[in-house]
């Protein structure tokens, strides 16, 4: 289980929410207003409350569901990413493709000197195959 970090302090009620060593925008995550802190070691922590409640020692955190909204959102960012990158690679040529996909000269030496020129044109027709002109 991850590891997290709650803390809201100052008069403007600035919040941290840290899921495994990750700062996270925690308006995002409807903390109840009432918590002070959250410290959860991935099997058990403490809620600290501002309103006068007492701390509370804690087996199980997942009511909170954190875990869950965090995981949601790497994988939104992650996605979204993935759509810029998507989109950039769209936009290129069959050469910059290829030019991109082909391994380093170095690598290519390498190719001949390990599997010889028949080796090499394999590699390099795969690529050219993958993005025909």
């Known amino acids: 289980m991850a ?4 803390l ?3 008069e403007d009620n600035k919040s941290q929410l ?3 060593s990750v700062q996270v925008d925690s308006s995002n995550y409807g903390i109840d207003s009432k918590i002070h ?3 959860w070691n991935g099997s058990k922590g ?3 409350y501002n309103d ?3 701390n509370k020692e804690i087996t199980d955190i997942s009511s909170l569901d954190l875990e869950t909204k965090h995981a949601t959102e790497k994988k939104a960012n992650s996605d979204a ?4 990158v998507s989109d ?3 936009k290129y040529t069959y050469v910059e493709k290829r030019v991109l996909a082909y391994p380093t000269m170095k690598n290519q030496i390498d190719d001949i000197y390990h599997n010889g020129i028949e080796g090499w044109r394999k590699t390099i027709k795969a690529v050219k195959d993958k993005y025909p002109k």
């Open 52 to 54: 006068g409640t007492p």
């Open 3 to 6: 590891k997290i970090t709650y």
């Open 18 to 20: 840290i899921i495994d």
């Open 8 to 10: 809201k302090e100052g």
């Open 46 to 48: 403490e809620i600290e």
């Open 88 to 90: 950039a690679e769209a």
């Open 81 to 84: 990413a993935a759509k810029v």
């Open 37 to 39: 802190a959250i410290q």
